[in-house]
């Protein structure tokens, strides 16, 4: 879809895109379709998740990182749904891991966008007040930002055990009225999050948190307020809980 260019002499705006990482099987929710692509209500989580950050006003264009052998599919998916107009939306292959797959997306973005949201496609259900609040929050000049929760449970850091279902020494308890669950979308200042990624090295699995790789350049992250509803799809029960919160969404909104 294209955008419409600015009068001559006017200088384009600065833009905001969210980039959604959309290439993992999501081995955890059991065999089948990849994570992004299971039905939520009937309507695949991609779609969700590209909806909701589509509702946002701040965000004009969507890039969805898919399948490396799955693009096409992908494209089709989005072609065929109702997006808003406002809204431009690319689609292209990522890598094996999320860091590469968030580097790929970062890459195929136009030179006009300087704030840079990255969202999980497991959390299909993020409120656009969420959405809207990491976006200014970036808009007013914080490199790096990220919604978040209290958490409502006491944590302990163990030592993990050689074998699964060994019991776990306890090493301490932090405290947690200083510990925050973290979600997404996490906003960005563009050159921030394209140094962290040029800068960062992470092994293995790579990086799951963009956050994390911009407090290793030892830039400051901020947290605003994140919601209950954009939790993540990870296990089957957390697709039961999606059901029924897209469900009283429907009875209650017309969602």
Known sequence: MPSTPPPAGRPRPLRTAAV?????????????????????????MLIHAVRAMAASRAVSLVVVVAPPDGAPEVKH???????????????????????ESVRLGLEALPEDV???LVHDAARPLVPVDTVDAVAAAVRDGAPAV????????????????????????????PVRARLRAVQTPQGFDRDTLERAHGEVAVDGEGATDDAGMVERLGRPVVVVPGHEEAFKVTRPLDLVLAEAVLARRRANDGF
């Open 146 to 173: 990220v919604p978040a929760l209290p958490l409502a449970d006491t944590v302990k850091e163990v030592e993990p055990a050689a074998t699964p279902g060994e019991p776990e020494p306890v090493l301490a308890t």
């Open 77 to 99: 998916l989005l072609d065929e749904r109702a997006l808003p107009e406002r809204t431009d939306y690319l689609v292209v292959p990522g890598g094996e891991t999320r860091q």
């Open 20 to 44: 959604i990482p959309a290439a993992g099987r999501g081995v955890r929710l059991g065999p089948g379709a990849p994570k992004a692509l299971r039905a939520l209500g009937g309507t695949p």
């Open 114 to 116: 300087a704030v840079v």
